[in-house]
């Protein structure tokens, strides 16, 4: 079931697609990817992938497929934290048995380098963000988290989101104590298919905050400049 919203004059539509529950969600998440993943009407695709606890177990089921990938595929992270990049912390990481099984080139995968220092990495993500997008290439689908606490990518406060202006990657400290590094609002905005995945109840305020584009929500505030969002959450994450 989907219910769009009209925004206000210049913001984001924004559509929920409802879920009966997670495991529902997830399938609709693996059969999207893969549409994207081999190219379905997409030429040189690249997708945005989010961790999580639901996209994470959709890029393992897609990993046991065995797909060919599109030719061109590149595919690329909302964030990853700077920890080693076979931490299990690491969404790199978690996220390797799907690369392996489509039989990418490393430059196809644009990991956050975490062996390199952070001010360095972050840099890093910039230059070949900015190789990416250039002659206006845009991202075929991006997937989003949504935090407990409103969150998205690692953009987790205004002051966040005022120094991603004019980037397109930025490095964090995160709440948890650990650094990451994240895309900017800049570039969700070069996303063709923008996707909340929002699960549990734990997501519940901050995800009617979303959907009521609740003025001091980071996750609202870092798509707000888009053109479309789409949320899809199962029942858990939503307020009846």
Not at 91 to 119: C, K
Request: some cysteine; overall charge negative.
């Amino acid at each position: 079931m989907t219910q769009q919203s009209p925004p206000p004059a210049s913001q984001a539509t924004v559509t929920l697609r409802r879920f009966a529950d997670r495991a529902q969600l997830q399938s609709a998440v693996e059969d999207l990817l893969q549409q994207v993943l081999v190219g379905a009407g997409i030429d040189h695709p690249a997708v945005m992938l989010s961790g999580g606890s639901t996209p994470i177990p959709a890029y393992l089921e897609l990993a046991r497929r065995h797909l060919t990938p599109a030719p061109g595929l590149t595919l690329l992270f909302s964030d990853d934290r700077y920890v080693a990049s076979d931490s299990d912390q690491s969404n790199y990481h978690q996220s390797r048995p799907l690369f392996d099984s489509l039989g990418l080139a490393a430059e196809q995968v644009l990991r956050i380098r975490t062996e390199l220092a952070l001010a360095e990495a972050t840099a890093d993500s910039e230059r070949r963000l900015s190789q990416l997008l250039s002659g206006g290439r845009r991202i075929a689908l991006g997937l989003l988290g949504l935090g407990a606490d409103g969150h998205t990518c690692s953009l987790f406060a205004a002051v966040d989101l005022e120094r991603a202006r004019g980037k397109l990657a930025i490095s964090v400290h995160r709440p948890d104590g650990r650094d990451a590094v994240s895309v900017t609002p800049t570039v969700l905005e070069r996303v063709e298919q923008l996707i909340f995945v929002v699960a549990g109840a734990d997501k519940r305020t901050a995800l009617d905050g979303l959907l009521r584009r609740q003025a001091d929500l980071t996750a609202w505030n870092a798509v707000r400049d888009c053109k479309a969002v789409e949320v899809w959450a199962d029942a858990a994450a939503l307020i009846a």
